[in-house]
């Protein structure tokens, strides 16, 4: 859901399109700030960020020592260790679905495209009008589509 293979990710993250749209990852490098910044005022950013009737659950969670810390490492980590994980020929051979909102801000449709080059046994199903979030946006839909394709197995 709204997640680029590695091999296509790491060529979108190259075009000025989706570098644009993940500025926020350079941010996420710089110690403590983007921690302090996002819990301000009870983490208003996470409230503004996030869709959907839960944003008290979401905002309660981030704010539990270390929890703001652990979600920005995982961005840390997509730049400052890229080069020490081996992913092989970063070839899929079980059968994967790709469900994709089409309005996504943070990345760019581009990053569905050539996954199959990747993925043997590839599936890809995009949301029209839905953001980053087709889980909690379009749950019905996800779920049908899901239900759908884990029926053909």
């Not at 993250?13 to 983007?34: A, C, E, T, V």
């Not at 929890?67 to 997509?78: D, E, G, H, K, S």
């Not at 979030?133 to 759908?148: H, K, R, S, Y």
Request: glycine share 8%.
């Amino acid at each position: 859901m709204n997640v680029p293979h590695p091999k296509v990710g790491e060529r979108e993250i190259r075009k000025w399109r989706q570098f644009w749209k993940s500025w926020y990852i350079f941010f996420f490098q710089i110690p403590w700030l983007p921690e302090r910044l996002l819990l301000r005022k009870g983490a208003s950013a996470i409230r503004r960020a996030l869709i959907g009737d839960d944003l008290n659950i979401y905002a309660a969670a981030v704010q539990r020592p270390g929890a703001m810390t652990a979600m920005i490492n995982y961005y840390r980590a997509l730049l400052r260790h890229r080069d020490s994980v081996d992913l092989g020929d970063a070839r899929i051979d079980v059968p994967t679905l790709m469900i994709w909102g089409e309005e996504d801000v943070a990345l760019n449709i581009g990053c569905t495209e050539g996954t199959e080059e990747w993925v043997a046994d590839f599936t890809l199903h995009r949301l029209p009008g839905i953001s980053h979030w087709v889980q909690v946006e379009a749950p019905e839909a996800v779920n049908g589509i899901m239900g759908e394709w884990l029926d053909g197995f």
